[in-house]
Every structure is written in structure tokens, then in C-alpha cells.
T-cell receptor
């Protein structure tokens, strides 16, 4: 079955460490996205990518980095520069910039 | 300014009754799409229904329908015959060209279905 796989489901990080969240899709979608969700709130766009080797900052890109070396993969690195990284992170993809999103099941990151 | 407003942080509905979740939006684009997603406690986002700005008829998908009033910029979700499994967060979202075709989400409404 086609879909988006995010791993790990739960992640704990010590302050000052970088951590990378995985997002893989087998839907052959061109566009991929990373969103952050804080408790009781909506989703905010971190980064998005329309095609391989290209990505754009979203509304809250500071403290995050991404890469898009393969169509299927769009990993997100939460760097030590991100002041408040504890949140739920959702990856999504769409066939192009006009199609609806398919979401992964999310990664819950906690800084300890 | 808020592009998507959902004024109901929480809603309760009796099982088997209908419920309307409100959504208003703000855009100067003529062409845009409106979406509703459901987020159960497990966290995944489930697509429910889509309405294009040029669609003349209200969208329907099973028990879900979208009450689209373009002049009022509202896109309310109607769930008929509520079930216990409908208890979740519901997000209204919009896609417009001005925002690079990226989605902007509302703050969500938590729906609780009572037995």
C-alpha cells in the first residue's frame, strides 16, 4: 500500500543536540512538506519541497534544516538552534502543488 | 491576520445527531481550495472533504458535507448521524496561490460525541 512513513514515532533529545526525523513516501509525489503542531494548536509550515534538490522555507524555518536528495525522502533536522523543539511533527506529500495532502502518522519529539 | 478561523475550540454532540463545525477564511485569491481534516488522538491527519472555489455545488462525502458560502467566506463542515468514532480534532485548511499553494490550517475544533 502506498503511503508516508515517519520514523521514529517518539523521539527524545537532550538539549544542545541535533536530531533528524525521517519521512519516506512511495506515492511518487513530487511535493513534500514538514509541519509542526503544538498542543491544542493547528499546523505550521516549516519547510517544503516541490522537486528533488529544491526546497523552500515555510513560516517557522529557523532552527530547522532539510534535504531532498531523493524523490521519496525528505528528512528534517532539528538543530540545537531551535529554542523550543518539543512538538509533534507531521510530514505530508502531494502529487504537485495543487493536489490534496497525504500525511504521515507523525513524530513526537521531546527535549529532556 | 488569521487566514482560517475556527471559532469553536470544543463541541459536544449526542450520538446519531448532526453537528456543524464552523470555518471562515480570508483570501484575495479567486482560485483556492478548502479542505477539512480529522485528527484522532493517535495523531494522524485524515482527509475528509474538499471544496474548490469555483465549485457551484456543495461537496459531500458520505456522512460529511461542506456548507460553502463563498460571499460570506465560510466553509462549514456538517457531520450527519454522529458516531463515537467521530470524536477527534477537526481542522479546516485552505490552499491558495499567494501562499505558494501551501496549506494554511485553522486552530481546530475538538469534537466529542456523547453516547
Amino acid at each position: 500500500d502506498g503511503g508516508i512513513t515517519q520514523s521514529p514515532k517518539y523521539l527524545f533529545r537532550k538539549e544542545g543536540q541535533n536530531v533528524t526525523l525521517s519521512c519516506e513516501q512511495n506515492l511518487n509525489h513530487d511535493a513534500m512538506y514538514w509541519y509542526r503542531q503544538d498542543p491544542g494548536q493547528g499546523l505550521r509550515l516549516i519547510y517544503y519541497s516541490q522537486i528533488v534538490n529544491d526546497f523552500q522555507k515555510g513560516d517557522i524555518a529557523e532552527g530547522y534544516s532539510v534535504s531532498r536528495e531523493k524523490k521519496e525522502s525528505f528528512p528534517l533536522t532539528v538543530t540545537s538552534a531551535q529554542k523550543n523543539p518539543t512538538a509533534f511533527y507531521l510530514c505530508a506529500s502531494s502529487p504537485d502543488l495543487t493536489g490534496g495532502y497525504t500525511f504521515g502518522s507523525g513524530t513526537r519529539l521531546t527535549v529532556v | 491576520a488569521q487566514k482560517i478561523t475556527q471559532t469553536q475550540p470544543g463541541m459536544f454532540v449526542q450520538e446519531k445527531e448532526a453537528v456543524t463545525l464552523d470555518c471562515t477564511y480570508d483570501t484575495s485569491d479567486q482560485s483556492y481550495g478548502l479542505f477539512w481534516y480529522k485528527q484522532p488522538s493517535s495523531g494522524e491527519m485524515i482527509f475528509l472533504i474538499y471544496q474548490g472555489s469555483y465549485d457551484e455545488q456543495n461537496a459531500t462525502e458520505g456522512r460529511y458535507s461542506l456548507n460553502f458560502q463563498k460571499a460570506r467566506k465560510s466553509a462549514n463542515l456538517v457531520i450527519s448521524a454522529s458516531q463515537l468514532g467521530d470524536s477527534a480534532m477537526y481542522f479546516c485548511a485552505m490552499r491558495e496561490r499567494d501562499y505558494g499553494q501551501n496549506f494554511v490550517f485553522g486552530p481546530g475544533t475538538r469534537l466529542s460525541v456523547l453516547p
